[in-house]
């Protein structure tokens, strides 16, 4: 049985309605550390949402914190089907003023399906020229990681320009199929990466949609802004559940 819903209503997403809210973490001081940059320009038309965002946002000491300088969860997480397939799939554009030429983690816009049930993460990153496949588990916050007989905590980028449209919409997928421990990465219908054997079982997905760096945390704190922009458009996400 196959199933296909849309995770779309951007209209709504700077009222943090039923489908979006901003993203960000619980700190262990109580307090709540938002991806949310102060001078965002937020736009929904077409059914499409936009967002330009100069960076201003870090965190010195926390490296999942700085990494994401604002962001959108899906308010509710996406189970994934027992002994099935589930796919998400939409198209983004994205730009950047000011980064530095040829690194991606400079600053780049994403896609992030995140379980927070067992630290795992599956993405994409996009800039202008260029895209990554990200597949990890990962230490977030106040996640109960799964102890397993492998590395526990690993997040592995797979740069690429393979079947990418520069300065273009593009066309992403992830599928994740836990009957087989599989997870499957597409560019505009092209499976460009294959992870197999994930070392535990997902359980459900909260989609994120984000302006991102990935700058490593110095002795000094973070390094991760210096007054770069990155712009973001991005489709609804097509949801897709095949079940046996």
Excluded at 29 to 34: A, Q, R, T, Y
Excluded at 47 to 72: C, E, F, T, W
Excluded at 141 to 167: A, I, L, N, R
């Amino acid at each position: 049985m196959t199933e296909k819903r849309v995770l779309g209503e951007f209209h709504n997403i700077i009222n943090e309605n039923n489908t979006w809210r901003i993203g960000g973490f619980p700190l262990q001081d109580g307090s709540f550390w938002e991806y949310r940059e102060p001078n965002a320009v937020v736009i929904s038309r077409n059914g499409m949402l936009y967002v330009r965002a100069p960076l201003s946002r870090s965190h010195d000491h926390v490296q999942i914190l700085d990494n994401a300088k604002h962001m959108y969860y899906s308010k509710e997480p996406v189970i994934v089907p027992e002994d099935g397939k589930i796919s998400f799939e939409l198209s983004i554009k994205a730009n950047t003023k000011d980064t530095t030429p040829g690194d991606l983690y400079d600053g780049y816009v994403s896609i992030n399906l995140l379980d927070f049930t067992t630290g795992a993460a599956l993405d994409f990153f996009t800039n202008a020229e260029q895209y990554s496949s990200v597949y990890g588990i990962l230490p977030f916050p106040g996640v109960d990681v799964p102890d397993t007989d492998q590395t526990k905590y690993f997040c592995m980028f797979k740069e690429s320009t393979d079947h990418f449209k520069t300065d273009d919409f593009n066309l992403y997928k992830i599928t994740y199929d836990q009957h087989n421990d599989e997870v499957i990465f597409y560019i505009n219908d092209h499976e460009v990466r294959r992870e197999t054997n994930v070392p535990v079982k997902l359980n459900q997905f909260t989609v994120a949609l984000g302006i991102m760096t990935e700058k490593d945390l110095t002795a000094n704190g973070s390094v991760s802004v210096h007054g770069q922009t990155v712009i973001g458009e991005w489709s609804p996400v097509t949801i897709t559940t095949e079940e046996e």
